[in-house]
């Protein structure tokens, strides 16, 4: 298992050392463990907890390095965390960065909290909230992958997006439009053993 971390890994472009791997396949058995309790996950296996949701959220790493200096200290969140996969697997993949999880369930963030400590992931902060009712963030980064429709949940998303920062929203085969508003980027990517095509859209938040 952690070979497929690893590999994939490489496959994309992002550095990744044993000591990472191993943190986030300790992550992962915290997610297959508490699954049913905690109803986290639809995944059937532990293979597509990681192979799935993990290196998604290694995908996502790897674009923010090409857009990112790999020493800055960047301030992430991810909106509508869940379980954490996305952004715990980013606090892990990028040691310098520290890493929000917004989530409005409390037995999610609770969770994650136990997950994040069990771990050994220290460069994350739970926040129990629900984005657009009162929150106000300022994040250099704002990855997105399940809160909705990708015209519902823009603008909120890039409310709390720094100027000169990224929304990172990730999108199925057919990615959605936003009237207005261009992509910075759309990449195409696929998961180890699924060819299925899926697409990271950043947007990148003017100055203005």
Aim: charged share 15%; with cysteine; net charge positive.
């Amino acid at each position: 298992m952690h070979k497929k971390l690893t590999n994939y890994a490489a496959q994309i472009g992002l550095p990744l050392t044993q000591a990472q791997g191993e943190k986030l396949l300790a992550y992962a058995r915290c997610v297959w463990d508490k699954k049913d309790v905690l109803n986290l996950t639809s995944a059937a296996t532990f293979d597509e907890v990681v192979g799935r949701h993990i290196c998604d959220g290694l995908t996502a790493a790897a674009e923010m390095q090409k857009h990112f200096p790999v020493q800055t200290a960047l301030q992430l969140a991810d909106m509508g965390a869940g379980c954490g996969y996305i952004g715990m697997t980013l606090a892990v993949a990028l040691p310098q960065a520290h890493v929000t999880l917004v989530e409005s369930l409390e037995k999610r963030c609770k969770f994650m909290n136990w997950a994040a400590l069990t771990a050994g992931i220290s460069n994350v902060t739970v926040k129990n909230a629900r984005l657009g009712q009162g929150t106000h963030f300022a994040f250099d980064v704002v990855t997105e992958r399940a809160m909705g429709q990708l015209p519902d949940i823009f603008a909120i998303c890039m409310d709390a997006v720094k100027p000169g920062g990224i929304f990172m929203a990730f999108q199925g085969a057919h990615p959605q439009e936003v009237t207005g508003h261009a992509p910075l980027v759309q990449q195409k990517y696929t998961l180890p053993g699924d060819n299925t095509p899926r697409y990271l859209v950043l947007f990148k938040k003017s100055y203005a």
